[in-house]
């Protein structure tokens, strides 16, 4: 940029401009980069418990008019939907919790899981409640 003032002309640089213009920026961009890679984690496993949650009632109510699977069938729809779950999510019991309900006439299953999500980016930590709790709840009727 040349400025002109009266007789002489000086020339002002802009070479540290930019740099100064990173300097401001660079924070609110890494910022709201590592929010969205944490927000993206945070819906992941929404997702993953909210399918878990339709699969265990699914598994449910189809062996509900079974005799024989009856007694031990709200214990075998927590173990099948913990099954499912691990490999993806943490199933510790300390993280995850599935509550199954056998209930109505006709009958229904409902699965529910809570699941605490650590927030894993120190930055983030401080914005968000720190583990985030998710939850999700499927309900379904048996058809006779």
């Known amino acids: 940029m040349t400025l002109v003032t009266g007789m002489a002309t000086m020339r002002i640089g802009t070479e540290g401009a930019s740099v100064t213009e990173f300097a401001l920026i660079a924070p609110v961009f890494f910022m709201l980069l590592l929010a969205i890679i944490e927000g993206g984690r945070l819906f992941s496993s929404w997702l993953v418990i909210t399918n878990e949650a339709r699969e ?33 999510l943490e199933t510790d ?20 899981i809570t699941y605490s999500m650590e927030i894993a980016i120190p930055l983030i930590q401080g914005l968000l409640p720190n583990p985030v709790v998710l939850q999700a709840r499927s309900v379904m009727r048996a058809e006779e």
């Open 56 to 88: 265990g009632a699914r598994y449910g109510v189809v062996a509900v008019g079974d005799p024989a699977r009856e007694p031990t069938l709200v214990s075998d729809v927590r173990a099948y939907v913990l099954d499912r779950m691990s490999g993806v």
């Open 93 to 112: 019991p300390s993280r995850t919790n599935v509550v199954v309900q056998l209930d109505g006439l006709p009958p229904q299953v409902g699965v529910t």
